[in-house]
């Protein structure tokens, strides 16, 4: 049976409720690991569903940010130091990237309290984590208030990728299920993926036809 | 074996091999099909990864648009009326829904061109796919200029939802995974998911719990 939800029964939901709906009801979502350290060397890690593609030249990523911790705390110190991590979530590590979003003291850093590794590599100056297999580095570029809501969109740029070396196709698709990256579904709903088939670029008046990747080894 | 990208490979990578690499590297994403109709009545029928999640209160999502076709034709509508529509994708009409992003004439619409079928309900102004189990209408609110690299960020109240009872939970979340709905990595990647679990709000020195989600029959 289809049901039918109205802006007005959006609005009169139970806080909890519509926060949990709206979350669901736009798709999986992309989720990861921010890396940040502040200028002292702290180091901060916050889970995050609201990463998107914004472009590839200049290859650029947007997050969006709410003005409570542990997001505060990861937006500070990326524009205090000018970079952050994005860092894939695993079926090994999902429950302790889930863990990242209790609100823990500023003092404490969520590496440690839920058992992650921080590590840094190539002279990048924010940690990535070591349980993840793609890893990305970012260099903090614009903020944009979305006024209507009060959120923040930031944007980086893509400066390092770490990733495993046969899961990259040699067109230049990134295969991240088979990296065994996860996705999610509203606030707290976490899948493997199983993938259906890669589609050739679509013309009109032509067939889709599949694509078959060739890794590297 | 690790590889390491840097921003210097990057912009040194052929384009087109940059364009799978940076769009899939992101992780997977939400995808779905977004329907409009002009003044005139003539739908457009249009894919898109780049949706996200902005707030449950108002409750509003987000799209990323690129200044080409068809996302120009999507752009001018939804703007020219002030709704559209969001519609999750499935394994059944996956195919149809990649083949929307043919560069087809403007006077032909998608849904016609690939075999999906426009549907209006409860007096809103731009089509929904019936093919699609869960339809999302909402109404135009904002459009920021992203300077960085010309794309334009749509911002969308949630005024309808349109989706199966029994994938409701009590607590507010819709179960997309049992609703079939699928997911992308990169530009032509399909996927569909299995849930490993959906966790219990985290909170500091407390261990996580699996939530068993009660569904509405």
């Given at each position: 049976m289809q049901k039918y939800i109205s802006s007005e029964d959006i609005v009169a939901m139970e806080k909890q409720k519509r926060v949990h709906f709206i979350n669901s009801i736009g798709g999986f979502k992309s989720v990861s690991l921010v890396g940040t350290a502040d200028n002292n060397g702290k180091t901060n890690l916050a889970i995050f569903s609201s990463s998107i593609h914004i472009?590839?030249?200049?290859a650029l990523m947007a997050l969006i940010f709410r003005p409570s911790p542990p997001e505060r705390d990861t937006l500070r110190n990326l524009i205090e130091t000018g970079f952050y991590t994005i860092n894939h979530i695993n079926e090994a590590i999902y429950e302790k990237a889930h863990q990242t979003s209790a609100r823990y003291?500023?003092?404490?850093?969520e590496f440690e309290a839920v058992g992650l590794t921080p590590t840094y590599k190539n002279d990048f100056a924010a940690p990535y984590v070591?349980?993840?297999a793609v890893q990305i580095g970012l260099a903090f570029k614009e903020k944009i208030d979305i006024a209507i809501n009060n959120t923040i969109m930031v944007i980086g740029e893509i400066v390092q990728v770490h990733f495993?070396?046969?899961?990259?196709?040699?067109?230049?698709?990134?295969d991240i299920e088979k990296a065994n990256t996860i996705t999610c579904s509203g606030l707290d709903s976490y899948h493997v993926t199983k993938k259906l088939d890669r589609l050739s670029y679509a013309k009109p008046d032509r067939e889709i036809t599949s694509i078959i990747s060739e890794y590297f080894e």
């Open positions: 472009g590839a030249n200049p003291e500023k003092e404490i850093s070591m349980e993840s495993p070396e046969n899961c990259l196709s040699k067109d230049g698709f990134l």
